[in-house]
Structures are given as structure tokens and as C-alpha cells.
């Protein structure tokens, strides 16, 4: 069974639309977290949340909302879409805020055109 | 300065080789410390931790300074499967707590 999974691992939209990315972890975990990959492979946090609640949020453009629903579903909605949010966005958990490894989704790899 | 700075690469060594890879960090109240292993179009995964004492997994060797914040990461009898992206990461605590900061990564390609 995947450990954390999303939908969609593909995804192509024109610039202007809003998309969205859903994350599911089955593992009991308190904390997840979204990350974006861009092209030069550099991997930075974008939003964490604990039981729910928002915790860490990086300097990230208001277009981008996170919203969890209950501590295994961490979703990220996107608005007005633009070329340099081409990228993949990969979701990850851990069992506590404190704990060291975190565990990551496969990723969705977003290209807007 | 980015926070973590590591080599790119490419790293190209022959089966059987020992390679290095090194990793420098810029804050020194960094707590935590660790090398993650990317596999093309993958996603990140936690390789190992690594302890100011240094610590050994298999043929895997890490090893910290914090006095020179600096980390490293020794495979010695690479293998073809070791080809992958090495991500050298860091965990602050306190304004950001858990979060993980990563470097760019160390390719490394091991040919037959």
C-alpha cells in the first residue's frame, strides 16, 4: 500500500486556470508538508501543517492555499496559474513535527503552458 | 549564500569505486543533519541521518563537523543501483521548526 500518495502525477493546464493537488497519507502521521521541485531540481518547503493546523508557511505567492481536512489529506489549490509554476510538487508527512525523516509522496509534476 | 551548498556534479565513477561527496551549511544553529537519495523522477528518500560522531550504514559513511559546518557522505564499492541524486539536508528548530532545508543535490553516476 503507498504509503503517501497524490493525485494527479501529471498535470498540464494553460496559464490563468486554477488546478488543484490532493495528498493522502495512510500512515498515522500528525504533519505534512508541501514542497516544490523546479527545474533546477531544488527542492524548497512550502507550507507544513500539524493536526490540521498551519505551521510553517515560506514566502510563497497568496495564489497557492493550502487546505487540510483531516490530519491524512493535505490538498494544495493553485489560482491563476503561471509558466513559472511549472514544476513538481511533492507532498510529504512525518509522524510529529519534531520527528526527523519525513516521508514523500511520488510527486505531481504540474507544466503550464 | 544558499543555506546548504553541495558539488552538482556530475560525479562519474566505475563500479567498485569510492566516492565523496561533500556538503557545507550556512547556519550554525542547524540541529539536524542528514543525506536523502533522489532517484530520477523520484521522489527524495531518507538515506541516513548523520551524528557529530560520524556514523557507518553498510558501505555507506557519513560524517559531520559542526565546528567547519560541514557534512560528508562516503560509498565505497559503488554500485551500478547507487546511481542517483545525493541531497544533503538540514533541520533548524525554533521559527521554523521541522523544516527540512535542502541543497541542490549531488549526481552521481556509476558506469560499469
Known amino acids: 500500500d503507498t504509503a503517501v500518495s497524490q493525485t494527479p502525477k501529471y498535470l498540464v493546464t494553460q496559464m490563468g486556470n486554477d488546478k488543484s493537488i490532493k495528498c493522502e497519507q495512510n500512515?498515522?502521521?500528525?504533519?505534512m508538508y508541501w514542497y516544490k521541485q523546479d527545474s533546477k531540481k531544488f527542492l524548497k518547503i512550502m507550507f507544513s501543517?500539524?493536526?490540521?493546523?498551519?505551521?510553517i508557511n515560506e514566502t510563497v505567492p497568496n495564489r497557492f492555499s493550502p487546505k487540510s481536512p483531516d490530519k491524512a489529506h493535505l490538498n494544495l489549490h493553485i489560482n491563476s496559474l503561471e509558466l513559472g509554476d511549472s514544476a513538481v510538487y511533492f507532498c510529504?508527512?512525518?509522524?510529529?513535527?519534531?520527528?526527523?525523516?519525513?516521508?514523500f509522496g511520488p510527486g505531481t509534476r504540474l507544466t503550464v503552458t | 549564500r544558499k543555506e546548504v551548498e553541495q558539488d552538482p556534479g556530475p560525479f562519474n565513477v566505475p563500479e567498485g569505486a569510492t566516492v565523496a561527496f561533500n556538503c557545507t551549511y550556512s547556519?550554525?544553529?542547524?540541529?539536524?543533519f542528514f543525506w536523502y537519495r533522489q532517484d530520477c523522477r523520484k521522489e527524495p528518500k531518507l538515506l541516513m541521518s548523520?551524528?557529530?560522531s560520524g556514523n557507518e550504514d553498510g558501505r555507506f559513511t557519513a560524517q559531520l563537523n559542526r565546528a567547519s559546518q560541514y557534512i560528508s557522505l562516503l560509498i565505497r564499492d559503488s554500485k551500478l543501483s547507487d546511481s542517483a541524486t545525493y541531497l544533503c539536508?538540514?533541520?533548524?528548530?525554533?521559527?521554523?521548526?521541522?523544516?527540512?532545508?535542502f541543497g541542490k543535490g549531488t549526481k552521481l553516476s556509476v558506469k560499469p
Open positions: 510529504a508527512s512525518s509522524r510529529r513535527q519534531t520527528s526527523n525523516e519525513q516521508y
Open positions: 500512515l498515522g502521521h500528525d504533519t
Open positions: 501543517y500539524n493536526n490540521k493546523e498551519l505551521i
Open positions: 547556519n550554525s544553529a542547524s540541529q539536524s
Open positions: 548523520v551524528y557529530s
Open positions: 539536508v538540514v533541520k533548524n528548530y525554533g521559527g521554523s521548526q521541522g523544516n527540512l532545508i
